[in-house]
């Protein structure tokens, strides 16, 4: 179940190279899974904006954005106080019934939604290994916060500027038994060849209504099309075709 709801901006700031962290006070309800998204109205532009969940409180949705348009630049320019019409509740999320011992990997904007999944594992008794991948050390960021929940994390850059030189694939712990992801899809690739267990994707997709009404992002599953925006963003290892 989605709502559409005004959220006020209590924080907008730079946390690293064309990368803003923004707070949003409102209504949180709705968001019940980690790896649901929500899908931002911006004055000017016809679609909405999907941003992954990074964090949620009882009043208060923490998202992670990377300035790569007008509509994000747009958003990286707004100020504290002001107002935003957000629909949230959507997509599935991750299911974390399905690990023990869970290997989390975030590739660059796919990283916010691991912070909140592992805070959920957390509370499930889970302690998960926390894999996060960018192209250069000023790409970096949420190393720290993802140590404070007592994760073991494991950073890497393409360009050897910092953490492991390589690829997340590099980084493989050898004892994990499932694995949750969320990237570009050169990342999806190698994992599943990677990939010793099962796990699951979350997707990124260009959307239009971000609820499942208008098909724009369907794809084909080995049992049958599935809208990203409203069947995913997260899809089973068993079920993707590549």
Not at 168 to 180: K, N
Request: proline content about 4%; some cysteine; charged content about 25%.
């Amino acid at each position: 179940m989605y709502k559409e709801s005004i959220y006020k901006i209590i924080l907008n700031e730079k946390i690293a190279k064309d990368v803003y962290k923004m707070i949003l006070q409102g209504d949180t309800q709705y968001i019940t899974a980690p790896g649901q998204f929500i899908n931002i109205k911006l004055s000017g532009k016809y679609l909405r904006r999907p941003i992954s969940v990074c964090d949620c409180s009882d009043d208060a949705i923490t998202i992670i954005y990377k300035v790569v348009g007008k509509g994000t630049e747009q958003m990286s320019d707004m100020k504290i106080g002001e107002e935003l019409d957000v629909l949230t509740g959507l997509g599935n999320g991750y299911d974390i019934t399905k690990s023990t011992k869970p290997l989390l990997i975030g590739g660059g904007v796919g990283v916010p939604p691991m912070y909140l999944l592992a805070k959920r594992l957390i509370d499930d008794g889970q302690k998960p290994v926390v894999i996060i991948g960018f192209n250069t050390r000023d790409e970096v960021f949420y190393e720290q916060e993802f140590k404070a929940l007592g994760c073991e994390v494991r950073v890497t850059t393409v360009d050897g500027s910092y953490g492991i030189k390589g690829f997340v694939t590099d980084a493989f712990p050898d004892d994990y038994d499932y694995f949750y992801t969320c990237g570009p899809m050169p990342m999806f690739k190698a994992i599943e060849n990677k990939a010793k267990t099962s796990g699951q994707y979350s997707f990124e997709e260009r959307m239009g209504c971000g609820f499942g009404a208008c098909m724009g992002c369907s794809c084909k599953t080995k049992y049958g099309s599935k809208r990203i925006c409203k069947d995913g963003p997260v899809l089973e290892r068993e079920e993707i075709i590549w």
